[in-house]
Each structure stands twice: as C-alpha cells, then as structure tokens.
C-alpha cells in the first residue's frame, strides 16, 4: 500500500491504515480428502480528529479447494486453489470549523473524498490445518491478479486514471 499513501501524502491528506490483524468468519469442509472452504474478513480504521475524519475499510472473500496430501483424521496438509475477491475503501472529510448551520453544510465547499479499489484473484497455496472439535489452521498463498487493479469514486462509477496499483501478492493467514 506505500504507492497509495505516497500519493496521499504528497497531496495533503491523511495515509489509509491498515494492520495485519484483520477478524473474519469461515466455514471448512472435509469431504474423503477434499477440502472445501469460504472465508471473509473485515476492518475498517478510522481517525477522527478536530480537523478531518478518515476511514479505511478493507474486506477481502475466499472461496478454495483443496486435496489433503496426507490421509491422517486428524492433520490436514494441503495445496489449494481458489477465487479471492479484495476491496479498499478510503473516505476523508474535512471538519468544517466553527458554528456550522444546516443550509451552511449542504451549501458550503465541504472537502470530502471517498475512493475504493476492487480486484478478483486467483488464490494458489498451502494450507495445514488439525481438526478435533475445532480447526486451527494455517494458509500460506500468492494471489494472481485477474483484472487490473484499479481506484474509483463514486461507487465504482468512474475510473481514477493515474491512480497508484496495488498490490495483493503474499499472505498468510492463521484460523482459529
């Protein structure tokens, strides 16, 4: 995410922020030696001070299959391919200063952006996870971009031109 937070800086606004930490839900299942998954994530990051608001929102969904390599009931090790779809949403709005009145917000110069990035994937990689009760696992993968990666506004209704590429590449991800 540097080329985005390089432009955002050299233009004045705040960097989008994200952590590695990012909470999500998922579904396994096991099938002989198949296995077949469906993960989503979500985080959204906000800074809000007196001057502006600033939000990041980042979500990403997985859909793979997988072949268990080993034939042990409870171990799983796993090559798997998949389908990854990953969104950034970046909105900033300046905090207008001062007594504001309600004809004054909607008829004033209100300094508000919001840009998103969508890209498809596919998901190749490595999966181990031990199964009991419960599963904890963990999945090492390289995303191949299937589109061109690319930022707009307004829904996804106009195309940002010059806009930085991201970059989805690496991960790994560990499921509790």
Do not use: C
Request: charged letters at 15%; proline letters at 5%; hydrophobic letters at 35%.
């Amino acid at each position: 995410m540097d080329p985005l937070n390089e432009q955002l800086t050299q233009l004045g606004y705040p960097e989008a922020e994200l952590t590695l930490f990012n909470p999500g839900f998922g579904v396994q299942f096991q099938f002989n030696r198949w296995i077949l998954s469906y993960s989503t994530n979500t985080r959204t990051i906000t800074d809000d001070n007196n001057v502006y608001i600033s939000e990041t929102m980042y979500r990403n969904a997985t859909f793979y299959l997988g072949f268990d390599a080993i034939k042990q009931p409870r171990y799983s090790l796993y090559p798997f391919v998949g389908l990854s779809r990953s969104q950034l949403n970046y909105s900033y709005a300046a905090k207008p200063q001062g007594s504001v009145t309600f004809t004054n917000f909607f008829e004033g110069a209100l300094d508000a952006k919001e840009i998103n990035n969508r890209i498809m994937h596919l998901d190749l990689g490595v999966g181990f996870s031990v199964q009991k009760s419960w599963i904890l696992g963990v999945r090492g993968g390289y995303l191949v971009p299937l589109q061109d990666s690319r930022f707009t506004a307004f829904d996804g209704s106009v195309r940002l031109n010059g806009a930085p590429e991201m970059a989805y590449n690496y991960y790994i991800t560990v499921t509790i």
